[in-house]
């Protein structure tokens, strides 16, 4: 295709955006893919070229360095090891590098663990984080009890809060499914909500999840993006407006059947939203 543009074959060359996917073969055990295909279904329906690139043992810091918006789902803290030990050197580097200068990203449970100063399993060593969310994460031992259910979150982050109501024009809630053993604890970083229903970071302070630069933490299983699709195009239009250097304006799809899910889990957890 790109030898098709630069013979002029083919005038008009759409934006293209690299979806980085940390470690499928290792974290992908709560359904989280399905925010990959969110976002490269809803970025391909306008029209934009999309690559899945997986980020697993076998790549390259080069190849994390491509990307334009990362997701990371959840895993068992077994490997949640595994990863830990491969993501050293100049692959940590690079997803530092990516965060820090704004690359947007979702990270769910076990990633946002990874991300943070460290996890403490329930069985085993503290596995060393990457430090580039000030949380920690621990696990009380496995005669507690796991965070399971539905989760509501209203955002708080406050630009992320503003930008999402300028996308959709309402307050931004968030619906999703927490499954976790690890509590997490934030240090210097804000919180990506406040829960509404469930139990969040800790079960305790009523926080969930972080956001750092362009960086979306979260408990939220869900998968998080096809409930929630308005955060899917806050990352396309975040990634493309940081690679194009252009305000991008995304063209509206039809998110009725996503909504409609929405209202009926809200319906049966009873929780009524300020509209
Ligand atoms: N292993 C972690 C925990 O139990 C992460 C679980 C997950 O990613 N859902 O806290």
Request: hydrophobic residues 35%.
């Amino acid at each position: 295709l790109d030898s098709c543009y630069s013979k002029g074959f083919i005038s008009y060359k759409p934006m293209e955006i690299i979806i980085g996917w940390l470690y499928p073969k290792l974290m992908s055990t709560y359904g989280d893919r399905g925010n990959v295909i969110t976002i490269q279904r809803r970025a391909q329906w306008r029209g934009y070229n999309v690559i899945v690139l997986p980020l697993d043992q076998e790549s390259t810091a080069e190849d994390i360095k491509s990307v334009d918006v990362i997701v990371g789902g959840g895993a068992q803290d077994r490997q949640q090891e595994i990863v830990m030990r491969d993501l050293q050197g100049a692959k940590a580097e690079a997803v530092r590098d990516k965060i820090e200068h704004g690359t947007p990203g979702v990270f769910t449970c076990g990633s946002p663990q990874l991300l943070g100063n460290y996890y403490e399993p329930a069985f085993g060593q503290r596995i060393e984080g990457l430090g580039i969310l000030d949380l920690v994460s621990v696990h009380p031992g496995e005669n507690t009890k796991r965070c399971i259910g539905n989760l509501v979150i209203e955002v708080t982050a406050s630009r992320l809060a503003q930008e999402l109501e300028a996308m959709a024009g309402t307050k931004p809630y968030l619906v999703g499914f927490e499954n976790h053993g690890g509590r997490t604890t934030l240090g210097k970083v804000e919180a990506l909500g406040r829960v509404v229903y469930g139990l969040g970071n800790n079960g305790e302070d009523g926080t969930e999840g972080a956001f750092y630069q362009n960086a979306i933490a979260t408990y939220s299983h869900g998968p998080l993006l096809p409930k929630n699709p308005i955060v899917a195009d806050w990352l396309i239009q975040t990634a493309l407006k940081l690679k194009y250097q252009q305000e991008i304006k995304l063209s509206p799809l039809e998110d009725t059947l996503a909504m409609q899910g929405r209202e009926a889990i809200l319906k049966r957890l009873k929780v009524n939203l300020p509209s």
